[in-house]
């Protein structure tokens, strides 16, 4: 937990309600999202028990399973869950858009939109990824064959989980997550995974303090957990005579029928107010204006979906069940450059975000007082415009001269430090030479260097490009790593 945040949640609990940590929202928001609230049994490994399940607050579809352990009964869950999923995922394959690539001399084509996934809380990502292993391998034919949707409902949860781990991604939202990035509570990290304690902190109802209100949401009976775990009270009290009540009609329909309806209001009324808290969660984020690169990496995402969706049509196979170690190696370098650009586009786009970055000195900001758009550096085989500026702070300057700053008005101009002058007066002079962003002429274009008396933010964070690294080929791997992969069919090398 950074020192900001720490002190957000201090003003928290002092002023009894959440506080903003950042100004702008940091993730995409469909316009029609597919919300996902799972129930799963206790005491079995992921067996879904009920799920509710639409793309908007009143077009609830109720999902149960009245006997979890039964294998059957899970198939079929996992049928009609797919009846609503793969409709909801065509539903964004029908216009494509030309992109160039290859710096415009080549064009590829992507949706113009992605279907976006939103469950409670990190645990209903767990079981959409549990889910997704689960089915993705179930074959339509030969012994113990299932619907041919089954597999493919695994194979697109299983991408989305694998989304839900790109950071920046907004494919698949745990709305806890997405909160707490916007709002600082006065409550634990681990309560914050509460969905109604959580909401209680950010929007109280009248009358109440955010303690209060997360009080209150304790009670299960007032408040139901968000799922996928149950309430033991619950699941001893209520839903286990019901269970039981339907197993014992096996051999009498009308009173089984009963009994699933009996059943399917408890667990209706489980799952409602979890629902309407999801809805009520994405209006609170919906009001909150979008960062300006959440865009770009919602794009991200229609590139993924995309891609998926062609490898899908393709006739390609699923996921693997764990990655090679040159696939895990790629996977790893990948997210670690996701992560990265994920943080400093957050800092480039919100000022609140920048701030953490002020308090470790990674960043300040101060205002010019001098300004040289002018200057040209002839030292080298041909002139270059290499303006210089003069800012004054009073934050502290850890860079060291030499080191490249950047900011976020300018991102793609580089501002090396020249000299570094700390004053008597706790004000520090730092003197910058800029270079890039100014066209290839000696004269600077209107605008493209900072004036005297702009307040500039300058980071040791760049939103540059990161390259990729270079890892052997599969079959390449070397035997500290295993050696290359094996074919499944054939025994050998691959």
């Known amino acids: 937990m950074s020192t900001l945040r720490a002190l957000t949640k201090a003003q928290a609990l002092a002023a009894g309600v959440a506080q903003p940590v950042a100004t702008v929202r940091h993730l995409h928001l469909s316009d029609r999202p597919l919300v996902l609230v799972p129930l799963t049994m206790a005491g079995e490994a992921n067996a879904p028990l009920a799920a509710l399940v639409g793309a908007a607050p009143d077009e609830a579809r109720l999902l149960v399973v009245p006997q979890p352990r039964d294998r059957e009964q899970r198939l079929a869950f996992a049928v009609e869950l797919a009846g609503i999923v793969l409709p909801y995922l065509d539903g964004f394959r029908g216009v494509t858009e030309a992109v160039p690539v290859d710096r415009g001399r080549d064009v590829r084509h992507r949706y113009v939109d ?5 469950v409670p809380n990190p645990g209903g990502i767990t079981f959409l990824r549990l889910l997704g292993r689960a089915l993705r391998f179930r074959r339509p034919d030969g012994e113990y064959p299932v619907h041919p949707s089954v597999p493919l409902l695994g194979r697109w ?125 994405l209006g609170l984020l919906r009001a909150v204006p979008p ?20 490898h ?20 790893l370098h990948r997210l670690e450059r996701a992560l990265t650009s994920y943080a400093v586009q957050r800092a480039y786009d919100d000022p609140l975000v920048m701030a953490e970055h002020r308090l470790t000195g990674e960043a300040f900001v101060g205002e010019v007082t001098l300004a040289d758009p002018k200057r040209v550096d002839d030292s080298g085989k041909r002139p270059v415009l290499r303006p210089r500026i003069q800012v004054v702070t009073t934050e502290p300057v850890l860079v060291p001269v030499g080191a490249a700053l950047y900011s976020p008005a300018r991102p793609g101009q580089k501002a090396k430090v020249v000299f570094v002058t700390p ?37 040791t964070l ?18 500290t790593h295993g050696g290359p992969p094996v074919d499944p069919v054939e025994g050998g090398p691959r």
Request: hydrophobic share 40%; with cysteine; aromatic share 6%.
């Open 114 to 118: 992605a279907p976006q996934l939103v």
């Open 157 to 281: 949860l299983t991408f989305f989980a694998e989304r839900a781990e790109q950071p920046g991604s907004a494919a698949l939202v745990g709305l806890t997550d997405a909160l707490t990035l916007h709002w600082a509570t006065g409550q634990s990290v681990v309560e914050d995974l509460h969905l109604p304690a959580l909401l209680g902190w950010i929007d109280p109802p009248p009358g109440l303090t955010g303690a209060q209100a997360a009080a209150r949401a304790e009670d299960p009976g007032r408040c139901p957990p968000a799922g996928p775990a149950t309430d033991p009270d619950f699941d001893n009290h209520r839903l286990a005579p019901a269970m039981a009540r339907y197993a014992d009609t096996e051999a009498d329909p009308v009173a089984r029928a009963e009994a699933y309806a009996a059943l399917a209001d408890l667990l209706r009324d489980q799952l409602t107010p979890t629902w309407e808290l999801v809805w009520r969660g």
């Open 291 to 310: 960062g300006a690169r959440v865009a770009g990496r919602w794009d991200g995402d229609r590139d993924a979906f995309t891609g998926y969706a062609e």
């Open 312 to 331: 899908v049509d393709a006739g390609g196979g699923p996921q693997p069940r764990r990655d090679g170690a040159v696939a895990a190696a790629v996977r």
């Open 423 to 459: 004053g008597a007066d706790g004000k520090t002079e730092v003197v910058l030479e800029l270079s890039g962003g100014m066209g290839r002429g000696l004269t600077a274009p209107p605008g493209t260097v900072p004036e005297v008396g702009e307040r500039l933010c300058l980071t």
């Open 462 to 479: 760049s939103d540059a490009y990161l390259p990729a690294g270079a890892f052997p080929a599969p079959e390449e791997t070397p035997w």
